[in-house]
């Protein structure tokens, strides 16, 4: 009979731990969508932020907050992420991310899409006001109607951020757009030319003057061309707009997202 009882009270001892673990509700381990969102943002934050922002507010690279234009599903964010966008500046992750890493960070891509981005500061119509008003339609086209000196905006807010954006306004030179190299032409007769260069090849140069006027020349017929990798054609608009009409701007811009 002594033996019994020894032998139940084993049992019971043995058994009280795990019962009162399931009475104190123990910790499930967590859900593979959780531990997928998790693993995703610690990898956007170490590859992705860089251009996209933090929390994917925009940067060099777009907003990621609201409708993506160039992908709807998990899977085309992963094909992205690994493949890159052709004709863009955004790159191919594949080798420095496995499939794993970049299915993770698709999902966690994806749950930026489903909240609203923040609020960008200033009045979006008074800055298209603006922006007519200071000539920037004279470089710039959007939807088909301006200059071409400068690059389209039609789809800028796709492309680039906010804070990308309000840089390029007051510091073009930093913000520098690739394919918009600053060429001075000296002929050895005339006038030099300088604007930004259209073709190049080893006998001709042409460039486009801020006027819009294109020039076609015959490097024979040159003393020197210079590249000014670091120039722009564009005027610097820190001390010639007021805060609230730079953020006016900024707001504008930030609704230029091209086709609906």
Not at 17 to 24: T, V
Not at 94 to 106: I, K, N, S, V
Not at 125 to 153: F, K, M
Request: proline share 5%.
């Amino acid at each position: 009979m002594r033996r019994l009882f020894t032998l139940a009270m084993l049992i019971a001892s043995a058994a009280t731990p795990a019962f009162a673990q399931a009475s104190r509700g123990a910790t499930r381990p967590a859900s593979s969508a959780t531990t997928n969102l998790g693993a995703g943002k610690t990898t956007f934050d170490s590859q992705c932020a860089w251009c996209h922002g933090n929390d994917g507010d925009g940067g060099t690279g777009p907003n990621l907050h609201g409708k993506l234009r160039h992908a709807t599903t998990e899977k085309s964010i992963v094909d992205i992420i690994l493949n890159g966008i052709p004709g863009t500046e955004m790159p191919s992750f594949r080798g420095p991310l496995t499939d794993r890493a970049a299915q993770q960070t698709a999902v966690y891509v994806q749950s930026l899409g489903r909240v609203p981005g923040k609020a960008v500061a200033g009045n979006a119509q008074r800055g298209a006001e603006t922006y007519q008003s200071i000539g920037c339609v004279g470089c710039h086209v959007i939807d088909g109607r301006g200059g071409i000196v400068g690059p389209e905006l039609t789809d800028i807010a796709a492309r680039r951020g906010p804070a990308h954006l309000r840089e390029a306004i007051v510091k073009p030179t930093a913000s520098h757009p690739p394919g918009y190299l600053v060429v001075r032409a000296i002929p050895k007769s005339g006038s030099e030319v300088r604007g930004i260069r259209v073709n190049e090849d080893v006998f001709f140069i042409t460039i486009r003057d801020a006027g819009g006027a294109v020039h076609t020349l015959e490097k024979s017929e040159l003393t020197r061309v210079d590249r000014e990798i670091d120039a722009s054609l564009m005027p610097s608009y820190e001390s010639r707009l007021s805060a609230t009409d730079l953020d006016n701007v900024v707001a504008y811009l930030s609704t230029l997202r091209g086709a609906k």
